[in-house]
């Protein structure tokens, strides 16, 4: 596996693995580079929560758990945030970004009409939730997301279908997914093939293959691939795949980041 570059680790309350941990696993598994990935989330930091946000201990300890398994690593360790891109909060997320120093900044949006996504405790109200509405709401988040420039790359871009009954028509939101894929050439920003996606037997990705596509006839050539790992099994989960499909689709390189300059690497 030439690279997992969405790895969490328990500097928020959804992981309990520690660098270390995390490190031996994918040394172990083979792959050649990896991303250490702490959450921030600066809506939560306004309110006074920060179960999904690095605090300032939290991030000390992260950045020196990561130099200790860098002076001796045998493979290629990188150090890196999952920073939310929440509206309003954006002089909060480029003081963030400005104060700290990191190697790659992987941005997502987690919430639309005032929804956490991936909160499986609102799985009734999400599913009562117009689909198309939904989608039509986080696309023009995301947008506004890349144009604002402050991010590497993307995650797990559709990931509101996580939760859904059904996925909304790709047909439908076409439109909407071409200017993303101009957005993400004009501003030099990568999106993520996330390998977390699973429904009911059927693991896929974000975004789905449609998108994928969609996004190397547009020209996007920056890729990176990330298995968003919260639990030591799921380290390097359908990477391999992921590389398949890219390969099939004509791609011979992916995009990894040090001190947030991308440098591209054969798959």
Known sequence: MIMDFHLHCNTSVD??????????IA???GIKNICFIGHHEPSEIAQGTVNQSLTPEGFQRYKKEFEEIKKDAKINVYFGVEMSYNEGFEEDIKKFLKENKFDYVLGSVHYTLGMQLADSKIKDKIQATDPDKICIEYLRILKKAIKTGMFDSIAHIDIYKRLMKEEPDFKLH????????ELLAKHKTCFEINTSYTKDKYKGTYPNEEII???IDKGVNMITIGSDSHKPENIGRGIEDAEKLLKGLGITKVC????????????
Do not use: G, H, M, S
Not at 15 to 24: P, Q, S
Not at 174 to 181: F, G, H, P, R, Y
């Open 174 to 181: 076409k439109k909407d997914w071409e200017e993303v894929a």
């Open 213 to 215: 596509k969609l996004f």
């Open 27 to 29: 040394v172990q598994k």
């Open 256 to 267: 990894l980041f040090e001190n947030r300059k991308p440098r591209f690497i054969a798959l």
């Open 15 to 24: 992981t309990k693995l520690t660098v270390k941990e995390i490190y031996d």
